[in-house]
């Protein structure tokens, strides 16, 4: 039986990590949930899977939720904040720990399992974008086992072949699959005018707001290359996105000689996570077979960096090095916030980037310090950006 750790269990991978648990009582079980703001769907999932701790963002939440787990007589242990995640995601009772919360907030707690040497489901990408060094050398000193859970990701790591860098080296490129977001084919001009609810209506996945945005600026596609990047060791110019409306072929890896491997199935996050979950076994995942002959064409295009400069900035912040991804994540988080509130239009959110961007300190991101420090820093410069509109 092995024991599970879902942070970030009241979203969008919380919700299909924990369909894919459930499928399986006999194989996982949960040890904790944590969510940062939704008590009571926090409290609904401690009455079905009852783990043994519950961590929620804040004091007042937590006490919300002891209360209402307690009138049911749930013994589930609450806690809030920063060290609680961390505990949890390090329990020698946890064997796996799915790091599923959005955003930079999820890199202490995502590190933390890696130190502890668990099995990490990373799911929270944007932990690798800003400190990919730290993280994969945390990986290897701990002996932590590290699987991709972004479908695309995923995809590479099941078309690579096994650790030995003498199969490594006949490794060509990777090939990242993005399905261009809901605007791949609206008339540019009009993309100042989306409103934040049209940015998140992706065409292929339901997902939380903060990715559907990046996915529709392609900024998701951005901070895939860099994780890519940390997770494969492929340099920039090793890595080639293409446009695939259908969201059937996940990724790619491209051979010296020739051979191109490639991961299909339905676009179904429990695909990835039942295999990271299992992994080197497969499992059901609930996901339906994929048919191809009711599929239809299956049609690829390379993408248009004038449509999409996030992912320019992107590459451009993967060239810079150091700590340019930790600016170019904290950057993006902040002015997708801002289009998510209606305080910024659409188009904005690659101009904010860019003017942080510009001006990104020098530097390596070699401790965690000078990274966290690079975070606030591009938050602060992308908040007087958005408070001064006029100069973005
Ligand atoms: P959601 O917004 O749906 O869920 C985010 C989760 O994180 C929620 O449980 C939320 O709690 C919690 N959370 C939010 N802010 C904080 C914080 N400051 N501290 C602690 N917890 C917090 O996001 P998704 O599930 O869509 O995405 C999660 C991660 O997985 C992201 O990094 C995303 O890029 C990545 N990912 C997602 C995919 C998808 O299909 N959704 C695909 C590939 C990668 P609460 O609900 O209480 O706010
Ligand atoms: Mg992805």
């Given at each position: 039986m092995r024991r599970i750790t879902v942070l970030g269990a009241t979203g969008s991978i919380g919700d299909s990590t924990l369909d894919v648990i459930k499928r399986h009582p006999e194989r996982y079980a949960v040890h904790a949930l944590t969510a940062h703001r939704q008590v009571d769907k926090l409290a609904a999932l401690c009455r079905e899977f009852r783990p043994a701790h519950a961590v929620m963002g804040t004091a007042e939440a937590a006490a919300a939720l002891q209360a209402l787990?307690?009138?049911?007589?749930?013994?589930?242990?609450?806690?809030?904040g920063e060290a609680a995640l961390e505990a949890v995601a390090t329990d020698a009772a946890v064997d796996a720990v799915m790091a599923a919360i959005v955003g930079a907030a999820g890199l202490r707690p995502s590190l933390a399992a890696a130190r502890a040497g668990k099995?990490?489901?990373?799911?929270?990408?944007?932990?690798?974008?800003?400190?990919?060094?730290?993280?994969?050398?945390?990986?290897r000193e701990h002996g932590a086992t590290l699987?991709?859970?972004?479908?695309?990701?995923?995809?590479?790591?099941?078309?690579?072949?096994?650790?030995?860098?003498?199969?490594?080296?006949?490794?060509?490129?990777?090939?990242?699959?993005?399905s261009g977001g809901p605007f791949r084919t609206r008339d540019p001009d009009s993309l100042h005018d989306i409103t934040p609810d049209e940015a998140c209506a992706h065409p292929n996945w339901v997902m939380g707001r903060k990715i559907s945005v990046d996915?529709?600026?392609?900024?998701?596609?951005?901070?895939e290359v860099i994780e890519a990047h940390w997770l494969f060791g492929a340099p920039a110019e090793r890595i080639e996105v293409l446009i695939h409306p259908q969201s059937i072929v996940h990724s790619m890896v491209s051979y010296a000689d020739g051979s191109v491997l490639a991961q299909l199935g339905n676009p179904d996050m429990r695909t990835p996570i039942a295999y990271g979950m299992a992994y080197p076994e497969r499992i059901d995942a609930g996901v339906s077979p994929l048919n191809l002959a009711t599929a239809g064409a299956l049609s690829f295009e390379t993408p248009d960096l004038v449509r999409f400069p996030c992912l320019g900035l992107a590459f451009d912040a993967l060239r810079a090095g150091g700590l340019a991804p930790a600016v170019l994540n904290a950057a993006n988080e902040v002015a997708v916030e801002a289009f998510l509130q209606g305080r910024i239009r659409f188009t904005d959110i690659a101009r904010v980037v860019a003017g942080?961007?510009?001006?990104?300190?020098?530097?390596n991101a070699d401790t965690l310090e000078a990274v966290l420090s690079a975070d606030q820093d591009a938050r602060r410069r992308a908040g007087e950006l958005l408070e001064n509109r006029s100069s973005c």
């Amino acid at each position: 039986m092995r024991r599970i750790t879902v942070l970030g269990a009241t979203g969008s991978i919380g919700d299909s990590t924990l369909d894919v648990i459930k499928r399986h009582p006999e194989r996982y079980a949960v040890h904790a949930l944590t969510a940062h703001r939704q008590v009571d769907k926090l409290a609904a999932l401690c009455r079905e899977f009852r783990p043994a701790h519950a961590v929620m963002g804040t004091a007042e939440a937590a006490a919300a939720l002891q209360a209402l787990l307690r009138a049911d007589g749930i013994k589930t242990e609450v806690g809030y904040g920063e060290a609680a995640l961390e505990a949890v995601a390090t329990d020698a009772a946890v064997d796996a720990v799915m790091a599923a919360i959005v955003g930079a907030a999820g890199l202490r707690p995502s590190l933390a399992a890696a130190r502890a040497g668990k099995r990490v489901l990373l799911a929270n990408k944007e932990a690798l974008v800003m400190s990919g060094r730290i993280f994969m050398d945390a990986v290897r000193e701990h002996g932590a086992t590290l699987l991709p859970i972004d479908s695309e990701h995923n995809a590479i790591f099941q078309c690579l072949p096994a650790d030995d860098p003498r199969y490594r080296a006949g490794v060509a490129k990777v090939v990242l699959t993005a399905s261009g977001g809901p605007f791949r084919t609206r008339d540019p001009d009009s993309l100042h005018d989306i409103t934040p609810d049209e940015a998140c209506a992706h065409p292929n996945w339901v997902m939380g707001r903060k990715i559907s945005v990046d996915s529709a600026t392609m900024m998701n596609k951005g901070l895939e290359v860099i994780e890519a990047h940390w997770l494969f060791g492929a340099p920039a110019e090793r890595i080639e996105v293409l446009i695939h409306p259908q969201s059937i072929v996940h990724s790619m890896v491209s051979y010296a000689d020739g051979s191109v491997l490639a991961q299909l199935g339905n676009p179904d996050m429990r695909t990835p996570i039942a295999y990271g979950m299992a992994y080197p076994e497969r499992i059901d995942a609930g996901v339906s077979p994929l048919n191809l002959a009711t599929a239809g064409a299956l049609s690829f295009e390379t993408p248009d960096l004038v449509r999409f400069p996030c992912l320019g900035l992107a590459f451009d912040a993967l060239r810079a090095g150091g700590l340019a991804p930790a600016v170019l994540n904290a950057a993006n988080e902040v002015a997708v916030e801002a289009f998510l509130q209606g305080r910024i239009r659409f188009t904005d959110i690659a101009r904010v980037v860019a003017g942080v961007l510009e001006r990104a300190p020098g530097g390596n991101a070699d401790t965690l310090e000078a990274v966290l420090s690079a975070d606030q820093d591009a938050r602060r410069r992308a908040g007087e950006l958005l408070e001064n509109r006029s100069s973005c």
